[in-house]
């Protein structure tokens, strides 16, 4: 039986011209991606491919169509009749891709604010098949790093209790603002929460933050 060829991934100088020619930098494209700049560092040289996930984010942050990209990325327009391997586009098969995943800016503080509307969807894990209120939320703060580094994207499951040891997500009164926390304690009026960085145990006001939503896992986009 014949070896399939290793896949192989080529520099994409376009993609640095392009975002130079938008006005905007490296760092800008890592923030609108969720990722570090070592990420979009190796996004440029070739050391990484770009998934299909990050395809219309990537398109829209270059002001161009998702068919535009595809032709810079693949040298074809989309409507080629001309079959090709895409080297530099991992596609994920057989995954339904319907989880809403929500941007999020940094407020400082250890708390960041979550977009009113999705900014991409993404595919869900089997156990979170048929729940209509789990979501994904980009991490934009270090509280519990390196447990969760920022830029990772975190699963969301607000029907599940939160019980003390579990990760959450605590949302404010006003769903301005949003913190990650480990849950130590549940107390009457309060929540008793720990952080990783820099290490720190302490109480945090239901009246404040009264909503909490247990974070499911997360992964690196």
């Known amino acids: ?29 890592a923030r ?23 395809m219309d984010r990537i398109a829209a942050f270059l ?38 995943l929500y941007g999020a800016d940094d407020l400082g503080g250890g708390v ?3 977009s009113e509307k999705p900014v991409n969807s993404i595919d869900r894990s089997p156990a979170l098949k048929g729940n209509k209120a789990a979501y994904a939320v980009y991490c934009a703060e270090d509280s519990l790093a390196p447990r969760y580094e920022r830029g990772q ?3 969301i499951d607000p029907t599940r209790p939160v019980a003390p040891g579990n990760d959450v ?6 769903g301005k603002s949003r913190c990650i926390r480990r ?25 404040e933050y009264p909503t909490a939503h247990k974070i499911f896992g997360s992964r690196t986009l």
């Open 1 to 29: 039986m014949s070896k399939m060829p290793p896949k192989t991934v080529t520099p994409r100088p376009w993609l640095e011209q392009r975002i130079h020619a938008v006005g905007k930098n490296k760092i800008d494209l």
């Open 32 to 54: 609108a991606l969720g990722l570090n700049n070592a990420r979009v560092h190796e996004m440029i040289s070739g050391g990484r491919r770009i998934k299909l996930s990050e």
């Open 63 to 100: 002001d161009w169509t998702r068919e535009e990209l595809f032709r810079h990325e693949t040298g074809l327009s989309p409507a080629s009749t001309e079959i090709v391997q895409v080297e530099n586009v991992e596609i994920d098969y057989g995954r339904t891709f319907d989880l809403p």
């Open 112 to 114: 960041f604010a979550m």
């Open 153 to 155: 994207t975190l699963a």
């Open 169 to 174: 997500l605590f949302v404010s009164r006003d």
């Open 183 to 207: 849950l130590v304690a549940v107390l009457p009026s309060e929540w008793r929460v720990q952080q990783l960085t820099p290490p720190r145990t302490y109480k945090m006001a239901k009246a």
